[in-house]
């Protein structure tokens, strides 16, 4: 189908309004990130300013960032890998045995409200001496990269072809060695896709770390509040430390686009 | 609960058994492989959420406030009561929730089918207006609250100047009465019209062409294509879209809280369930209260979905 020329110019202006739409407020976040208040404050200063790295050794030396970047790193990484650990094989049972029941259990998940679990999480773990410490994040994080991995595989796993597991249990593999060494193998597209959906999910998640994380194990997005103080607020520090939380997750989505397209886009053509 | 031999569907298992020289616990994984691979997750999701689920229950039917550790009291339905009645801060809370949750999803929708419509046939640079749609999409929200907060700043936002540039303004933007709620209803359109995108994208590439090309021979315009053909075909990914969307849409608590604070703001301007149960857990630790606006909440996502699916069905 041709489409024709009036049609090509209205959308290409309309693509572009578009684009310009969703990138200037990021470009405009990392433009107040790199000026000085003075010249936050200053309309004059709005596009043509002299570039200043302050806001940055600010959030990075003074309010202890590279503490928080490793948090958000270990909780994410770890929440994902046990969450893989957990979710693969499980997505792979409800998929081959349609288990649609037990993942419905799973599935719910996404659609409790956080607030409602993590009043009973906050007495338990508070009595068990956890609150603050990394392994109750991790824990919070993976109620959320759970549900998510196995969403997520088993809609990989049910395109994935039974006949090749059968063809390898006729050369004498056992069940689950033919998982291991067929399905799994096969599986890798999917499972970096699930593994990196769930990192983003829970590099971004703010309300699990705003309750059960101390000063010393806060995530990035709760550390975002150091700059926003009762009478005022340090802009340029606010948008460095906003940049310094944004910035992982957008290289990620900019290098694994197709991964994460696939992963946000799961199960929805499905009907 | 998961009583699978009884499902409708043909079970996928194969019927070949397993090779008789492995070992004994090796060939006891085998037969028992559904569940020992199912079971770990199951057990993770009963302890940490079936479990906890069951507790808002109960706390929703005593009187417990203050420390987690104090001692409380059976009321019966005495909170569903307290909570039913108040129209001070809960059925504004429920309007609010309502309110955004569906001014949110319209305008999600309709942006969104614009764009993907824009975006269906391949053109030059298809590649970074992707780029540029996901970008949002994937950015913490909690830093996309901040962004925006400086953006719509009364007096030093590019907001202003921008309205200033065409004679209007100033607005008051986060900071109005009656303006916030709109304003962090605009920023969720921003942040979250992308997923719709790319959502429905992925349900246009798989439309097979015939029937576009079938109404083109009968002389059908573009829009009557859209209307009868495009859109009916695409209704089972729209209501996927809607679902995903409205269950995210109503638990919005990240961008409310980065640019109101807590109890949404000084009038509770933007105070939805989630912000208003948060605030009665963590803010005022009236426990008992919360768990039973929780239950209520949750009954209504329920509800809103149950609607959803169930029109997918009339549709179909």
Do not use: C
Not at chain 1, 139 to 151: A, D, E, G, K
Not at chain 2, 72 to 101: C, H, I, K, M, Q
Not at chain 2, 131 to 140: E, H, K, Q, S
Not at chain 2, 156 to 179: C, D, K
């Amino acid at each position: 189908m041709r489409a024709r020329t009036p049609f090509k110019v209205f959308r290409v202006a309309a693509l572009v309004l578009v684009v310009l739409a969703l990138l200037a407020p990021l470009a405009w976040m990392v433009a107040a990130s790199l000026k000085t208040n003075v010249d936050i404050y200053n309309p004059d200063k709005a596009l043509v300013f002299s570039p200043t790295w302050d806001n940055y050794s600010k959030v990075l030396q003074q309010a202890n960032y590279v503490q928080f970047i490793v948090n958000s790193l270990w909780v994410a990484f770890a929440a994902t890998a046990l969450s893989l650990l957990l979710g693969v094989p499980a997505a792979y049972s409800m998929s081959r045995f349609t288990m649609r029941r037990s993942a419905l259990v799973v599935l719910m998940a996404r659609v409790i409200p956080a607030v409602s679990l993590l009043v009973p999480w906050y007495y338990v773990f508070s009595n068990l001496k956890m609150v603050g410490g990394f392994t109750v994040l991790i824990l919070s994080h993976m109620f959320v990269s759970l549900p998510l991995i196995v969403y997520i595989m088993m809609g990989y796993f049910d395109g994935l072809p039974l006949e090749l597991e059968e063809s390898g249990m006729v050369d004498g593999l056992t069940p689950i060695g033919a998982f291991r060494r067929i399905t799994l193998p096969l599986s890798t597209p999917g499972i970096a896709t699930a593994g990196i959906l769930s990192f983003i999910f829970s590099w971004n998640n703010f309300m699990f770390a705003l309750v059960l994380s101390s000063a010393d194990t806060k995530t990035l997005p709760v550390a975002i509040f150091d700059f926003v103080g009762y009478a005022s607020i340090d802009w340029g520090g606010l948008m460095a430390a906003s940049t310094v939380v944004t910035l992982p997750i957008m290289l990620i989505a900019l290098f694994a686009q197709k991964y994460v397209v696939s992963g946000l886009t799961a199960g929805a053509t499905k009907g | 609960m998961a009583a699978t031999t009884t499902s409708p569907n043909p079970t996928r298992e194969s019927s070949l058994t397993t090779s008789t020289s492995t070992p004994g616990w090796a060939r006891w994984a085998n037969r028992h492989r559904k569940w020992l691979f199912a079971s770990p997750a199951m057990v993770f999701v009963a302890v940490l959420i079936v479990f906890p689920v069951a507790w808002t229950v109960y706390l929703s039917l005593t009187d417990a406030e203050g420390s987690v550790r104090a001692e409380s009291e059976f009321v019966g339905f005495a909170n569903y009561l307290e909570v039913l009645g108040d129209t001070d801060r809960f059925w504004p809370a429920v309007a609010r929730t309502v309110f955004f949750t569906g001014g949110v999803l319209a305008v999600e929708i309709v942006l969104g089918m614009a764009i993907a419509l824009l975006l269906w046939r391949p053109f030059k640079g298809e590649k970074w207006v992707r780029v540029a749609i996901l970008l949002p999409l994937v950015a913490t929200p909690v830093a996309v609250g901040m962004m925006w907060r400086l953006i719509f700043d009364p007096n030093i936002g590019m907001a202003n100047r921008v309205l200033g540039w065409f004679g209007l303004g100033p607005w008051p933007w986060l900071a109005g009465e009656h303006s916030a709620l709109p304003t962090t209803m605009f920023i969720d359109v921003w942040q979250w019209t992308p997923m719709i995108v790319l959502i429905l994208l992925a349900g246009l590439t798989s439309l097979s062409d015939e029937p576009q090309e079938a109404a083109l021979i009968d002389g059908a315009n573009a829009w009557q294509r859209f209307r009868h053909v495009t859109l009916p075909l695409l209704m089972p990914t729209l209501v996927v879209a809607v679902l995903l969307r409205g269950i995210d849409a109503l638990k919005t608590f990240d961008i409310l809280y980065a640019t109101k604070g807590k109890g949404g703001g000084s009038f509770h301007e933007v105070e939805t369930l989630n912000v208003y149960a948060y605030g009665l857990s963590f803010d005022y630790n009236e426990y008992g209260v919360s768990s039973a606006v929780l239950i209520i909440f949750f009954l209504i996502i329920i509800g809103s979905m149950w609607a959803v699916t169930s029109r997918r069905k009339d549709a179909s």
